[in-house]
């Protein structure tokens, strides 16, 4: 694997963290890229520790100049970016009667507007040099779920995103594919579980029933679907959407 730069959003924690961490030691230069600075040099902190090499980034995905200036950080401190993924996300869960304008303008601002910010921002590296990586994360929850109408809608337009992005960019050496998780065992998951008042056991134990299986996924599931489709390796195929879930779900 030729060391390149990867930039990870939503990095602090969960899959976005556990992603960091592979690329790291694939041998990458990663840009940790979250909300709070502070929580992603926690990710880049065990990076180093490691023999990796990681810079922590505060960003507001949302935010273009925000998103700017830590892609000119990244630049400055780590070099042109490589590789990109698009993890950062968010959760405003609520039944469509419930849901406020709010609690959509976030998700899909997050989720969508973070994804088509970051993308812009270091598409250019990736053309000039005839090469890049690009991995949006999607979910299950792209094909309908209850009481997701935000996410849901968020998810399945990560889709057509990175299908459009194949398209636009394979001409240049730059590949777009998306990977839809399952349940995983996240801080996210949990927090879920405390929302809807059941023991966090619990909500795993009906997770795994769900999946053939017959386990509930963890963050490293997904980063090792991620990794590959940033390799070298995986230089002809795009466009693609890889459920990684326990089971079929497309």
């Not at 929850?141 to 997701?148: D, H, K, P």
């Not at 935000?150 to 398209?167: D, E, P, R, V, W």
């Not at 134990?205 to 053939?212: D, F, G, R, T, Y």
């Not at 991620?226 to 693609?240: I, L, N, P, R, T």
């Amino acid at each position: 694997m030729t060391p390149r730069t990867a930039v990870v959003t939503g990095a602090a924690r969960g899959i976005g963290a556990a992603t960091a961490r592979r690329l790291a030691a694939d041998g990458h230069a990663v840009a940790v890229l979250d909300l709070a600075e502070d929580q992603a040099a926690a990710t880049a902190e065990s990076i180093a520790a490691d023999g990796g090499r990681a810079l922590p980034v505060g960003v507001d995905v949302a935010d273009a100049d925000s998103v700017e200036a830590a892609v000119a950080r990244v630049r400055t401190e780590l070099g042109e970016p490589a590789i990109l993924v698009n993890n950062a996300g968010i959760l405003r869960d609520n039944l469509l009667f419930k849901m406020t304008p709010d609690d959509w303008d976030a998700v899909l601002g997050v989720h969508l507007r973070g994804a088509f910010l970051m993308s812009k921002a270091v598409q250019s590296s990736m053309v000039d040099a005839g090469w890049g990586r690009i991995v949006n994360l999607s979910s299950t929850s792209a094909l309908g779920n209850r009481g997701q109408a935000n996410y849901a809608a968020a998810k399945a337009g990560m889709q057509g995103f990175t299908k459009t992005l194949s398209i636009e960019l394979g001409r240049f050496g730059v590949t777009a594919n998306a990977v839809a998780p399952g349940f995983i065992q996240t801080e996210m998951t949990k927090a879920t579980a405390e929302r809807i008042g059941v023991p966090f056991d619990d909500f795993l134990s009906a997770a795994a029933k769900e999946a053939p299986v017959g386990r509930v996924g963890q963050p490293e599931d997904i980063a090792a679907a991620v990794a590959f489709f940033c390799s070298e390796e995986a230089g002809f195929v795009s466009g693609q959407v890889l459920y990684v879930a326990g089971g079929p779900k497309a």
